[in-house]
């Protein structure tokens, strides 16, 4: 099952870059239930890093907890109703599992490359929408077959997507405290 779920991901990725002769046989070997796995070990990997944080203070930080918990889950639906919507335009349904599991890798990769930064006080929450938005689009390119400017435009609603959900947080209680503050 291991294996299978890795090979999945070295599939999804060639299929991703275009470094794959057949991009259609690639994305063929990555199912569903790959995507799903992959989704749901970001998920968690996200729940353990919102979790962490304020394990110490957890009853008193609790409101903060699910404030951020349902600020990510905002965010990180974003790319897959976009990607989502976009394959269903144009008729790549059989493409989606390969694009979903990627998208999940990407995901992963920039939480935990923004814990290690924030560990040296370093703030790069835009820098990676902006990365997740590049990714969003050289996938697409390679795996829906369409040309850069389709794939510039999903990169970029993602990008916008993705910010726009973040102002999400200053409409929640724990975000209208943090304005409060002095």
């Not at 493409?95 to 990627?102: E, K, Q, T, V």
């Not at 820098?127 to 689009?137: H, N, T």
């Not at 990169?155 to 209208?176: E, I, K, M, R, Y």
Request: hydrophobic content about 60%; overall charge neutral; cysteine-free.
């Amino acid at each position: 099952m291991a294996t299978d779920f890795l090979n999945a991901v070295g599939a999804a990725t060639q299929a991703a870059f275009g470094r794959t002769p057949a991009t259609d046989e690639a994305a063929a070997r990555v199912s569903w239930t790959h995507a799903v796995t992959g989704i749901i070990v970001m998920l968690l990997l996200q729940a353990v890093l919102l979790v962490v944080p304020f394990a110490g203070a957890l009853p008193e930080a609790l409101r903060a907890v699910i404030d951020f918990a349902l600020l990510a889950l905002v965010m990180t639906a974003v790319p897959y109703l976009v990607i989502g919507g976009a394959g269903l335009m144009l008729d790549k349904r059989d493409r989606l599992p390969a694009l979903f599991l990627f998208i999940a890798l990407v995901l992963a990769m920039s939480q935990l490359i923004g814990i290690i930064l924030g560990a040296f006080g370093v703030g790069a929450g835009t820098a990676m929408i902006g990365i997740l938005g590049y990714f969003s689009a050289r996938a697409t390119k390679s795996l829906f077959g369409i040309g850069w400017g389709g794939a510039i435009l999903i990169g970029t609603l993602v990008a916008l997507g993705s910010f726009a959900a973040s102002f999400l947080f200053l409409v929640l209680p724990t975000g209208q405290a943090m304005l409060a503050t002095p």
